[in-house]
């Protein structure tokens, strides 16, 4: 079992920042990747960035260039740094951790808005 719990969402506005904690704990060392997904009311949950145990991260191109995906040493925590955040920005940010193909864990999310 892996635990997740995520922290840093708020309110902020238009070309603001923030950043965006995921603390892992439990089994960690069976984990292969780690992810942020978000989701938008009324829309289904996409990832926007993902970092696998060589450190390769991709990001979905709606956030390329302007968010930043890291983690501390091993799975104890990954980060999620979000710059010139705009208003489509605005989700539920959810922490995922891969053990195996298919196998999930999932935090609660935090949430983000961004708005005047």
């Known amino acids: 079992q892996v635990q997740l719990v995520e922290s840093g969402g708020g309110l902020v506005q238009p070309g603001g920042s923030l950043r965006l904690s995921c603390a892992a704990s439990?089994?960690?060392?069976?984990?292969?990747?780690m992810a942020w997904y978000r989701q938008a009311p009324g829309k289904e949950r996409d990832l926007v960035a993902r970092i696998t145990s060589l450190d390769i991260t991709n990001y979905a191109d709606s956030v390329k260039g302007r968010f930043t995906i890291s983690r501390g040493v091993g799975w104890n925590m990954v980060y999620l740094q979000m710059n010139s955040l705009k208003p489509d920005d605005t989700a539920r940010y959810y922490c995922?951790?891969?053990?195996?193909?298919?196998?999930?864990?999932w935090g609660k999310g935090t949430l983000v808005t961004v708005s005047t």
């Open positions: 995922n951790a891969e053990v195996a193909p298919g196998a999930m864990y």
């Open positions: 439990g089994s960690i060392f069976s984990i292969n990747a």
